[in-house]
């Protein structure tokens, strides 16, 4: 569809349970994306899609959105900033509630974090620095503890398992890898993480973390 000069596409699907005598589901929607100004896709749902492209004048963003764009800059292969001292309650809630199960402890230090920033660049290898600002270098220490202990039960979740597949065998094995890439240090009041891998190793850890969650998903379901 076009809004002004600009062509959007927006997902559509519909679900289908493979039986002779079912019709298929009613047409879904899902994320809408564009490209603008040659290099940079807008993605999101239709509706913000179109809120961006008719606004027709640059974004205000939070002095701390404004200050982590600085840093990070915007020539990234992905680039996120997010004011997360500017979260509203109910979003802050549902993240600290999802991540809470990778990160046990995460909810008593929150109160801590300000801004996160997240570079991704691709080329022969993948290069990811994140870095998250906190109130001080004591939340800063507190919240480097919470990722310590999140990576330990990542890595203790890969152990090897008699009944796992070949399959989950190799994917835990290459999301092993990854982790083990991963740098966490703490500075003042900042933390950072970074990795940095092959191409092909990457690509293969993020297709064997799928291939892990989709199988796990399998047996819980009992399909």
Known sequence: ?????????EENYRFSFGKDDDKPGPIQTGQAFCVVEGKYVLFGMLQSVQKVLERDKKPVFSARVEAGLKK???????????????L??????FMLKDL???FPGLETVAGGMQTFALRINAADKVKVLASLTCKNAESAGDLKKVGDAGLVLFKGLLKDNPQDSPEIQKAKKEVGMALSAVQLTAKDAQV???ISLDAATAVSAVHSLFEVQTKKKKVETGK
């Open 100 to 102: 809470g199960h990778q």
């Open 72 to 86: 990070t800059g915007l020539a990234n292969t992905l680039t996120v900033v997010l004011d997360l001292d500017g």
């Open 1 to 9: 569809m076009k809004i002004g000069a600009h062509t959007v596409y």
């Open 88 to 93: 509203l309650e109910r979003e802050r809630a």
């Open 192 to 194: 950072h993480a970074e």
